[in-house]
């Protein structure tokens, strides 16, 4: 299996890390990666603010969750937001154009996860978050411009067998034309 693949079907979501710090190297790693997620136009419309081994300001964004039980205890979060500037241009500013950009963000999110699995590092993609997207921007002091999509949790994963399983392929194509 190729290591792409392996990535693809071993990643999990990761709920519960050691307490050990995750280094800026990594992190400037995993972003690399996402920045490298295809986006129309190369318009690269997501942004990032990197919370890391900052446990006062990880418990304020946790405690604005249902998931603040295991959230508070990773020692890093990634903000990631839609930039906004983008819909300036009245061509980039239809409603398709802008679920594009959402698919671009989607990608770079995945990218991110992926990325962070092959260097041994757990994730998890929190998107409840956004229903609380104006303490977020003010925890973090982020401006209007700036679209909250999700919230990443980046952190050693504790040992555990974590399982998965998937729908029969079957079942998710609609034809073979």
């Not at 590092?121 to 104006?134: A, H, N, P």
Request: glycine share 2%; hydrophobic share 45%.
């Amino acid at each position: 299996m190729s290591p792409i693949m392996s990535a693809i079907l071993n990643r999990r979501s990761i709920r519960s890390y050691t307490l050990e710090k995750v280094k800026l190297s990594d992190v400037a790693k995993i972003l690399t990666a996402a920045s490298w997620a295809p986006s129309g136009k190369n318009l690269q419309p997501w942004r990032f603010s990197v919370i890391a081994n900052n446990t006062e300001l990880i418990h304020k964004l946790a405690a604005l969750t249902s998931c603040d039980p295991w959230l508070k205890h990773a020692p890093c979060l990634i903000a990631v937001f839609f930039d906004s500037t983008v819909l300036k241009n009245p061509e980039n500013s239809t409603d398709k154009v802008y679920s594009k950009h959402m698919q671009a963000i989607g990608a770079a999110v995945q990218n991110m996860m992926l990325a962070a699995h092959e260097i041994g590092l757990g994730t998890c993609w929190v998107s409840e978050i956004i229903t609380q997207e104006m303490k977020v921007k003010e925890f973090l002091n982020v401006s209007a411009e700036f679209d909250l999509l999700a919230l990443i949790a980046v952190g050693h994963p504790k040992k555990q067998e974590l399982k998965s399983k998937r729908r029969e392929l079957s079942k998710n194509i609609i034809n073979w034309l």
